[in-house]
């Protein structure tokens, strides 16, 4: 399987600021998915971001919240805009396995907002 | 209802003793179920995938899926405290990933 090399790994931010996270993979995928999981939660989709085109958000996200970049077949970045304490997770990139019904993920971001 | 349903637990286990992890889920046409485990703070790593009817094994772990009763189970034998961890059930049913809540696993030495 992939292997998904994540940035930062945790972080502290101030309220009404920005974070953007990196997503580094070492092999070309053509599709990365960007999860949240709130604490005590499950993981719940953001968006599903394709090399060239636009992602895809899914119900309750938006682009101005939570805009982003593909470049290229290895790399994305989430931005979490505008930050509110509510925002306060794990966030999570994650490509397809070694099978394409699977899903892998990377180590993580662990974003506290005060 | 949910997708994907987990007993959260707690479930507490002796070491060594086996530990049953269930999860249901609702759309008959899943085809694909996975169980990751997640360490506190980190992030999900996949354990087991099964596909078809029956038992799957591999090391002290084996799932098992009956897809007339929608049921999904993971079986961990000679568990060790290293196991204590939550674990999640997850479903993609071709169109949609679903995760369940996790079930939270304590191993007591």
């Known amino acids: 399987s992939a292997v998904i090399s994540q940035k930062p790994s945790r972080d502290i931010c101030q309220r009404g600021t920005s974070l953007t996270i990196q997503c580094q993979v070492d092999s070309q995928v053509t599709m990365m998915f960007w999860y949240r999981q709130q604490p005590g939660q499950s993981l719940t989709l953001i968006a599903t971001?394709?090399?060239?085109?636009?992602?895809?958000?899914e119900s309750g996200f938006v682009i101005d919240k939570f805009p982003i970049s593909r470049p290229n077949l290895t790399f994305s970045t989430l931005t979490v805009s505008n930050m509110s304490p509510e925002d306060s997770s794990i966030y999570l990139c994650s490509v397809e396995g070694s099978a394409a019904s699977q899903r892998v993920f990377g180590s993580g971001t662990q974003l506290s907002v005060l | 209802q949910k997708e994907v349903e987990q007993n959260s637990g707690p479930l507490s286990v002796p070491e060594g003793a086996i530990a049953s992890l269930n999860c249901t889920y609702s759309d008959r046409v899943s085809q694909s179920f996975f169980w990751y485990r997640q360490y506190s703070g980190k992030s999900p790593e996949l354990i087991m995938s099964?596909?078809?009817?029956g038992d799957k094994e591999d090391g002290r772990f084996t799932a098992q899926l009956n897809k007339a009763s929608q049921y999904v189970s993971l079986l961990i034998r000679d568990s060790q405290p290293s196991d204590s961890a939550t674990y999640l059930c997850?479903?993609?049913?071709?169109?949609?990933?679903?995760f369940g809540t996790g079930t939270s696993l304590t191993v007591i030495p």
């Open positions: 971001a394709n090399q060239g085109s636009e992602a895809t958000y």
């Open positions: 997850a479903v993609n049913t071709g169109n949609q990933f679903y």
């Open positions: 099964i596909y078809s009817n």
